[in-house]
């Protein structure tokens, strides 16, 4: 998701998950992050590489910033399940603008 605020402005963004269904088996193959991917497309900083579930340093497929105080006018919000084959999630993304 990617909430425009229409202009630049000092900001204040977040993202969490407000529900997870174990289709099957909630085990060692599935995982879920939130996190903030780019803000007017510079990507943030990356928290979590590597293992069983995110790249290797520098990848797209590690876990980002999950809140953000920043400026800037687009913010990119992602919310993945891995091994989504027995895995829902919900979840939303909040953009304070703090001007």
Known sequence: MTLDIGFISPFLAWCSVS????????????????????????????????????????????????????TGQRVNCWLRGVHADDLDTFGYACLLVTE
């Open 19 to 70: 529900m997870v269904d174990s289709l099957v088996d909630f085990d060692r193959d599935n995982a879920y992050a939130t996190d903030i991917f780019t803000v007017d497309e510079t990507r943030t900083t990356s928290r979590v590489t590597g293992g069983d579930h995110w790249g290797p340093p520098g990848s797209d497929d590690n876990v980002f910033e999950p809140a953000l105080v920043g």
